[in-house]
Structures are given as C-alpha cells and as structure tokens.
C-alpha cells in the first residue's frame, strides 16, 4: 500500500517540481457472497482490499482537470464545464465530474499523478476504484461534504449513464465505506451495512485466472435485463421481493432461461443471509459451503462463470485448509475467492498456482487479502 503512494508522490514531483498538495487512494474490493443479487436490490456482502487507485494531486484555480496516469504513461485533460464523451480510462474520471455536477455540486479544477493496483476487468472493480478517488480527489479542491453513500451513488450514475455498464451499486459503496478488518453485509435496497467479521483461524485468498472481461460488452447488461423481466413476470418491484416458495409456485411461467437467472439470484439472496449468519456464529465450514454453492448457482444457472474460473475453482476446492471458493464479481473471466485456513494459506496459494498452470498454461496470482477502509486521503 505504501509502495504506490511513494509512486504517486514521487512521479508527482518529478512532473510538478513541487510535492503534492493531496494523496487520495480509493480501494478496489473482493465479494464475499452475493452475486448479481445488487441490481435486484439484494444482499451483497463485500471487503475492500488492499489494492487500490492512488491519485497525488493540487488544485487549479480555473475549471481544468489534467492527469498523468502512471500505468497508461499518458497525459488527459478535460474541462469541467465542457464534457464530452470519448473512449479510455479518463471517461472515468469526466463521467465522475458530470455525476457529480449533475447532483448540483460546484467542482474546481485540480492536476496530477495517478496508478494502481487493482487489475483492469478482474472482478476487484478497478473501476470502481478510479470513481471514487476521482471523487475524493474533487472534494479536496472543491466545497463540499463527503457523504459516502452520496459518492457511491454518483459513481453507479457515471458507470450507469456515462460509461454505459448497468452495473449495480456494490462496488461503488464498498469502495466508498470498507471498514478496516470487516467485510460489510449490504442490503442493496436500503444500502444498510453491517459489519462482519470472518471464522477465526481463516483467510481469504482472491485467486486472479489472468483472464478478464468487460462489462460493456460482455452478458452482464443481458444478464440484468433478463432479471428485470423475472421481476416484472412476478408483480414485483425487484427479484429481492419474490420468496423461494412463490418462485417455485410459478416458475414454470417463465422461460426456461429467465427461469434460471432468477433461480440464481433468489437462491444467492438465502445463501448470503445465511452466510453472514454463518460469521456471526464463526462457523467456517458453513460459510465455505455457501460459497460453493454460489459457485455452482453462477456457473449452472446464471452462466457468468467462464472455463478458467470453474478450473481454478475446483482445484482450489480439492485443497487441505479449503472451505469453500467461488468466483468473485461480475464473472465472464477475473478472479476467484477462496475461504482457507490461515495454517494452510501459503501451502494453498502454490498448490493451487502450480496445478492451475498444469491445466490451462496460464500463470496465475494468488495472494491472500486484508480489509481495509475506504475512500481516504493520506498526509
Ligand atoms: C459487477 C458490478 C456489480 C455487481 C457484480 C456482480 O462487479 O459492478 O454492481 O453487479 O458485478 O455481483
């Protein structure tokens, strides 16, 4: 975590000649449980980790932004009174300053220096990251409160409306409210959270397949719109309002399709409620069958796993210490999460990387994850 904000600081005195005036990082996040169960207003139940999006920045005294992505070695520059639609990393960053201007809020110019850490389209919402430093990054030079659940928000509409994924709202509040050594279960409709801690003697170990995706183009819109007929067929507002008993009652109504999306998410709805049970008790064994079984839901049901997740995940599964894995994030490639006991998680992370390479060729990163705070600035 240091390492990077000695980047920024450094790479930003070397472009400015002058230390920078602010270091805001924002962190990318692992989920737990609960997948593709947020935009139908269910239960989520997410960690920020400790990879993150750093920016080292001043302000400006007109309405410029200009920025010096580190990873991209490239220079943007937009202005915050003339936002136009264009392509590459810097959309999010101007659909972050329209968001928030939209919500009535003046922002000032700033420039400066960014990286991170949070691998592009694999599942640890990269960019979920970048909104909400880009948020922190405005509320430094500009006048106004930080109210986390507002920046959230704001990043789901320039996700939604300006980068077109229609995603939903986990990433963008985790990233913005991650607690220090809790991951927090989220009710997606009232955006409560709760805290909660894992098992005692456990580690969760995110397992990266190399392989990424993009949810502009990949089934997830579909996926959504598939759910939002389920909803519709039932009366209801969202898939969060239909029990398993009236699903069951009336599933044949659906296609066999829908059917199946919808079973996907009323199931995981159950599984992540009994999963934050399962913490509360410090039940491991537990909590590490729901999440295969959310694995097998996304795989079988849902069809957002892709062959590299199921491969890493079921070797994960055959390991000693394993108590469960799933993919983890909107799916279609990225990354997998294990639940594995501390003793074991070294053996583990080399077992696993070992045969995954045997099976696919693909060289994969393996590492075990801490919770840490969100969105924050740094002295
Ligand atoms: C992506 C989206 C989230 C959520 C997950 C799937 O990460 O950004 O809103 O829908 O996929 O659970």
């Known amino acids: 975590m240091s390492n990077l904000k000695q980047t920024v600081e450094k790479i930003f005195e070397e472009k400015f000649g002058q230390n920078p005036q602010f270091i805001v990082r924002a962190p990318g996040r692992v989920n737990l449980i609960g997948e593709h169960t947020d935009y139908n207003d269910g239960f989520v139940m997410p960690m920020a980790i400790d990879r993150a999006m750093w920016i080292a920045l001043r302000p400006r005294s007109d309405k410029t ?15 915050l009174n003339k936002l136009e639609k264009a392509t590459g990393f810097q959309e999010y960053l101007k659909g972050m300053a329209w968001a928030i201007q939209e919500a009535g809020y ?5 420039e400066g ?26 509320y430094e030079v500009s006048n106004f409160d930080w109210n986390p659940k507002e920046m959230a928000l704001l990043g789901q509409k320039c996700e939604n409306q300006w980068v077109g994924a229609n995603t939903g709202i986990m990433d963008q509040l985790i990233s913005a409210t ?3 050594g809790y991951a927090l279960k989220i009710d997606c409709r009232s955006l409560d959270l709760e805290p909660v ?3 005692p003697d456990t580690v969760v170990v995110v397992m990266d397949t190399m392989t990424r995706h993009t949810h502009t183009d990949s089934g997830y819109n579909e996926r959504r719109a598939q759910c939002e007929e389920a909803a519709k067929h039932f009366g209801v507002k969202a898939l969060r309002d239909v029990t398993l008993e009236t699903f069951k009652q009336h599933q044949k109504e659906l296609s066999d399709v829908v059917m199946r999306r919808a ?3 009323i199931t995981e709805d159950v599984r992540t409620q009994k999963a934050a049970n399962a913490m ?14 959310s694995h097998d839901s996304l795989r079988d049901d849902f069809e957002v796993t892709n062959d590299a997740l199921n491969t890493i995940v079921d070797i994960a599964r055959a390991q000693e210490g394993c108590y469960g894995a799933r993919m983890t994030g909107g799916g279609f490639g990225g990354c997998a999460v294990a639940l594995v006991k501390t003793a074991n998680a070294e053996l583990f992370a080399d077992k696993v990387s070992t ?20 969105a924050s600035t740094l002295g």
Request: charged share 20%; net charge negative; glycine share 12%.
């Open 263 to 265: 079973r996907h998410v």
């Open 65 to 79: 932004v200009r920025i010096y992505s580190i990873d991209f070695d490239v220079w943007e520059e937009f202005e």
């Open 355 to 374: 045969a995954y390479e045997k099976a696919t060729g693909l060289e994969p990163h393996i590492y075990v994850c801490e919770a840490t705070e969100g």
């Open 106 to 110: 003046e922002l000032n110019g700033w």
């Open 280 to 293: 509360k008790a410090g039940d491991a064994v537990s909590l590490g069958q729901l999440m295969n079984g």
């Open 113 to 138: 220096v960014m990286t991170g850490d949070v691998p592009r389209g694999s599942g640890l919402s990269s960019s979920a990251a970048l909104e909400l430093a880009t948020a922190r990054a405005f």
């Open 197 to 199: 801690t894992l098992p």
């Open 178 to 180: 991650g607690q220090k």
